[in-house]
Structure formats: C-alpha cells, structure tokens
C-alpha cells in the first residue's frame, strides 16, 4: 500500500498542480522545507503514482482547435473484440483528447477538439469508417465555463 499523504504533500501537490516549472527551493521555501527534504518528498510522490506526469497547458484558440464537441455514443457490440478495435481507432485519432466507458445511457463519451464543424467531420467519417457504431449523437460546446486540471486534494 502506498504511502498516506500528509499536509505537507497535499501543499506540495496543490503548487505543483497550478505550476509545475516552480522550482525545488521555490517549493520549499512555501511548504517550510529544506530543497532537499522537498525533492525528496516529490521524487516520493513520483514513485509512488501521485505525480503521474509533468505537462504544459496549450492555449486551444492559439493552436487553433478552440471548437470541443462532446460525443456520446452508443454501440450493440458489448465484447472484448470490438472494444479493442473501437480503443485502437480512438487512440489514432489526435483531435480525441478523452475518452470514457460510460454507465447510463451512453456506452461511451468522447472529447473532440478541432477549429470548426467541418473538422468535426472529418474525425466523425474517420470514426465511422473504421469501426461500426450503432448511435453517434454530438453536442458543440458553445463556451467553457469552468476548465481545470486540478483535482481536488481533500480525499487523499
């Protein structure tokens, strides 16, 4: 079993999840650490799957995907075959930025990003030619009103 978080690693986590180029010694002085207890704790959280990744945001409008569309869909193929394909086509296809199995009325949900409905389109053919689908139903985001990457610390 993994290590339990304490306060001073959920500060630590909070910092690296609103900036992650913050250095060691920035880290540390703000948690009341030395630099070297610090790394330490972060190369701990490393190890231990908390910091699964270090990554920069992009600006969507500025690389010109700033349209999301979210894609329900539903399928009548419940089996390892088919899943496996249906995985393998979504992981070809860049402007699919999530991918969820669902409970509910949807057997899976998509997020798409791409500059325009014409984009869309074409990850919807390329959907739709390589793997079979019984129902595909799309919803364009008309603005984002709360994005973050953060996830809440409260829990762990």
Not at 12 to 39: F, H, M, Y
Request: aromatic share 10%; charged share 25%; proline share 3%.
């Amino acid at each position: 079993m993994g290590h339990t978080l304490d306060n001073t690693d959920r500060a630590i986590l909070e910092l690296l999840q609103k900036d992650a180029t913050l250095s060691v010694s920035e880290i540390g002085e703000r948690v009341n650490l030395s630099s070297t207890p610090c790394w330490r704790r972060i190369q701990r959280l490393e190890q231990e799957g908390f910091i699964q990744r270090r990554v920069a945001l992009l600006d969507p409008e500025k690389l010109n995907v700033g349209v999301t569309v979210f894609v329900a869909i539903k399928t009548n193929q419940h089996n390892d075959k088919w899943f496996k394909k249906f995985a393998d086509v979504v992981s070809t296809i860049p402007q699919i930025v999530e991918f969820y199995r669902m409970s509910g009325e949807n057997d899976y949900l998509l997020r798409v990003v791409v500059p325009d409905i014409k984009g869309y389109d074409a990850v919807y053919r390329r959907l739709i030619r390589d793997i079979e689908l019984f129902d595909v139903s799309s919803s364009f985001a008309m603005e984002q009103l709360k994005y973050t990457t953060a996830l809440p610390l409260d829990y762990a």
